[in-house]
């Protein structure tokens, strides 16, 4: 990721998009809750206890049943990869991705895909 996308730091810049798409959320519903899910619950915990957001918690449920619970979220966040698409595309609401337009490197799910397949529920936040 680091060299595809020209980001120097990583962990840095992926702290800064969920930070920023936490607060896209927040700003517009009041009692926000979130739900994180992930194949690495240890670093997923770790990051989220850094963002310091109220009311978080991250799932140690099964592939399935993390899928089955993003799916009844009403919005969602998601990160690289297809299987959060997946959660934000059978799941109501909007759906923020990461915006990854400023780099040279084309990521399949970037703003491109979103826009030409007309998924409208699906909101660009900068990465970083």
């Not at 990721?1 to 962990?11: A, C, G, N, Q």
């Not at 959320?25 to 206890?49: C, G, H, L, P």
């Not at 991250?58 to 959660?87: K, P, R």
């Not at 934000?88 to 923020?96: I, K, N, Q, V």
Request: net charge negative.
């Amino acid at each position: 990721m680091s060299k595809l996308f020209s980001v120097e730091d990583l962990d840095k810049s992926y702290e800064g998009y969920l930070r920023r798409a936490f607060t896209f959320f927040t700003e517009r519903f009041d009692n926000v809750i979130f739900v994180v899910t992930s194949d690495d619950v240890v670093a997923t915990t770790k990051m989220t206890k850094k963002l310091t957001f109220p009311n978080t918690f991250v799932s140690q449920g099964s592939a399935a049943e993390d899928m089955h619970l993003l799916t009844l979220c009403n919005h969602t966040i998601i990160t690289f990869g297809s299987y959060g698409f997946w959660a934000g595309f059978l799941g109501p609401g909007w759906t923020a991705y990461p915006d990854m337009n400023y780099t040279g490197a084309l990521y399949i799910q970037s703003r491109h895909f979103y826009e030409a397949a007309y998924l409208d529920d699906f909101v660009p936040i900068l990465y970083r």
